[in-house]
């Protein structure tokens, strides 16, 4: 396996155990959080941002190359559009109806949990039909 592949394996195996650790693939726990009931998750939330903000930040100004691509760490920020603001509606209802997003999805599959094969099967279907209509756009 080439060496960015198993980073990326490592990384996902860590992050899927800090979303179950910290109880982002908790069903419960997610309603409580978006009727405001406990605001524990947007906290840890919170917090991961402004971490993962100003450390990418100081990288980028330092201008540190990535150590597994040997690429220098930037981005472009496009600017908002229709597309980010119906994106973000469309997550937001799939979160409101499922009580879950697509990483805590992925750790509901490996805790066994029965009902992550339906959300899983939506948001596959939503794939499906954004790539649909990209090609459609495309093709036009």
């Not at 908790?26 to 971490?51: C, F, H, K, N, Q």
């Not at 029965?114 to 279907?125: D, Q």
Request: aromatic share 10%; glycine share 12%; hydrophobic share 50%.
């Amino acid at each position: 396996m080439n060496p960015v592949k198993a980073a990326a394996a490592g990384f996902g195996v860590a992050f899927g155990f800090l979303i179950s650790w910290g109880q982002f693939a908790d069903p419960d726990r997610i309603r409580e959080m978006l009727l405001l009931e406990d605001l524990y998750l947007y906290g840890m939330m919170l917090s991961a941002v402004i971490v993962g903000t100003i450390g990418a930040q100081l990288l980028r100004r330092r201008h540190t190359r990535s150590v597994l691509t040997g690429r220098p760490v930037d981005w472009e920020t496009p600017k908002l559009g229709a597309r980010h603001v119906v994106g973000s509606a469309i997550f937001g209802l799939g979160w409101a109806i499922t009580d879950s997003c697509p990483g805590p999805i992925a750790v509901q599959l490996t805790q066994g949990v029965p009902w992550a094969l339906l959300t899983t099967a939506g948001v596959l279907a939503g794939v499906w039909i954004y790539l649909r209509r990209s090609s459609a756009a495309g093709a036009a």
